[in-house]
């Protein structure tokens, strides 16, 4: 119980939500709450981690934190993300699937996308 305490305020901390921890997560900013939902998929230690615009609601300061805390998270979990945004998430990706009624995927040394990149290879559905 004790680390499982340390985990939670670790989290917490981590998601900048000190001072809110004792709301419940209906009384919190669609911005807090999005903190409140990364800092719950993270606290175990995924492998695997799912990210569905994870930019969303949050602040230009937060935004980059979560640019921070995904390059270090990848170091030890895959991470899928999932944006609209190509242009804001490209550089936190060292992969990307373009669906645009077919699949495509780029592989680049840099970080800029865009859809008819040299070395895409669309893929039939």
Do not use: W
Not at 67 to 80: G, N, P, R
Not at 92 to 99: G, T, Y
Request: glycine fraction near 4%; hydrophobic fraction near 35%.
């Amino acid at each position: 119980k004790e680390e499982a305490q340390k985990r939670i305020a670790d989290t917490v901390r981590l998601m900048g939500l000190e001072q809110h921890a004792s709301k419940s997560i209906g009384a919190l900013s669609g911005g807090q709450q999005q903190r409140a939902l990364l800092g719950r998929a993270i606290i175990s230690h995924p492998r695997v981690l799912v990210l569905d615009e994870p930019l969303s609601y949050v602040d230009k300061i937060f935004e980059q934190y979560i640019y921070d805390l995904v390059a270090q998270l990848s170091e030890s979990t895959t991470i899928l993300l999932v944006s609209h945004e190509m242009s804001t998430i490209a550089g936190m990706a060292n992969r990307h699937l373009i669906i645009d009624h077919t699949l495509h995927e780029c592989h680049s040394s840099h970080h800029h996308v865009h859809y008819d990149c040299d070395d895409c290879q669309a893929q039939s559905e």
